[in-house]
């Protein structure tokens, strides 16, 4: 579905990834793990369209979208939850969520949509009306990867969704993530926790300086002796 070669991405002249290449199955779920400042949440951002790429090829369902803009890629079935959540904090979480559905004009299906992602995430449901920044960390994360959701995407680009959030909603995000992809969206997901990433993961990533120096199926990196020493302190 997704086929990255050689991406090269500089901020101001100074290189930030460099010849990343990387792919994402139909259906499956792909980790990029690595600490902070390795080139993660550029990678993902090049991706979605929001980062520009000085070279290397972005190839989304036999399609090359590097030249495409972010907002064409979300029609073609790119979604992104970014880093930080980004909710519209004054806004309620009804309408945060319609938002998400604002390249769509099939107003029944939204309204599917929306109830699709209530029975994902209940707690949205029970404060559908309540403004979005009096929730806790963890409700907005909630929120926004189901505003990511609300435009129908083939492909779901996670960065750091455990960010901020106390540890017992850490559990619930990923497991809802797996649900997410167990009906039929791909996902590649961004964190720093390798751990939590890889054991949820088809396939991951080791970025380490903006170049991938590992990859690996979930079982094989958790179980790689490197990756315990350097990563998870094992």
Same mark, same amino acid.
């Given at each position: 579905?997704?086929?990255?070669?050689?991406? $090269?991405?500089? @901020?101001? %002249?100074?290189?930030?990834?460099?010849?990343?290449?990387?792919?994402?199955? $139909?259906?499956?779920?792909?980790?990029?793990?690595?600490?902070? !400042?390795?080139? $993660?949440? /550029? /990678?993902?951002?090049?991706?979605?369209?929001?980062?520009?790429?000085? *070279?290397?090829?972005?190839?989304?369902?036999?399609?090359?979208? *590097?030249?495409?803009?972010?907002?064409?890629?979300?029609?073609?079935?790119?979604?992104?939850?970014?880093?930080?959540?980004?909710?519209?904090?004054?806004? /309620?979480?009804?309408?945060?969520?319609?938002? %998400?559905?604002? /390249?769509?004009?099939?107003?029944?299906?939204?309204?599917?949509?929306?109830? @699709?992602?209530?029975?994902?995430?209940?707690?949205?449901?029970?404060?559908? %009306?309540?403004?979005?920044?009096?929730?806790?960390?963890?409700?907005?994360?909630?929120?926004? &990867?189901?505003?990511?959701?609300?435009?129908?995407?083939? =492909?779901?680009?996670?960065?750091?969704?455990?960010? !901020?959030?106390?540890?017992?909603?850490?559990?619930?995000?990923?497991?809802?993530?797996?649900?997410?992809?167990? *009906?039929?969206?791909?996902?590649?997901?961004?964190?720093?926790?390798?751990?939590?990433?890889?054991?949820?993961?088809?396939? !991951? @990533?080791?970025?380490?300086? !903006?170049?991938?120096?590992?990859?690996?199926?979930?079982?094989?990196?958790?179980?790689?002796?490197? &990756?315990?020493?350097?990563?998870?302190? =094992?």
């Amino acid at each position: 579905m997704l086929q990255v070669r050689d991406l $090269k991405v500089s @901020y101001d %002249g100074v290189l930030a990834v460099s010849k990343v290449s990387l792919d994402v199955g $139909k259906g499956k779920l792909v980790a990029l793990v690595g600490g902070n !400042g390795n080139g $993660k949440s /550029t /990678t993902l951002r090049a991706i979605a369209g929001l980062n520009a790429a000085e *070279q290397g090829s972005i190839r989304f369902n036999d399609m090359e979208i *590097q030249n495409v803009p972010a907002h064409k890629r979300v029609p073609m079935g790119l979604s992104l939850v970014p880093e930080g959540r980004r909710l519209f904090a004054r806004l /309620t979480v009804q309408r945060n969520l319609e938002l %998400g559905a604002y /390249t769509r004009s099939d107003r029944a299906e939204i309204e599917a949509s929306l109830d @699709y992602i209530y029975s994902l995430f209940p707690i949205l449901k029970q404060r559908h %009306g309540q403004l979005a920044g009096t929730m806790s960390g963890g409700e907005q994360q909630m929120l926004a &990867i189901g505003r990511g959701m609300m435009s129908k995407p083939k =492909l779901l680009l996670l960065d750091e969704p455990s960010w !901020g959030i106390a540890p017992k909603f850490v559990a619930k995000v990923l497991e809802t993530i797996q649900m997410v992809n167990q *009906q039929g969206v791909s996902v590649l997901l961004v964190e720093q926790s390798l751990h939590k990433a890889l054991a949820i993961a088809d396939y !991951g @990533y080791v970025i380490q300086t !903006g170049r991938i120096v590992m990859e690996g199926t979930g079982e094989e990196l958790l179980n790689n002796e490197d &990756i315990r020493k350097a990563y998870l302190g =094992l």
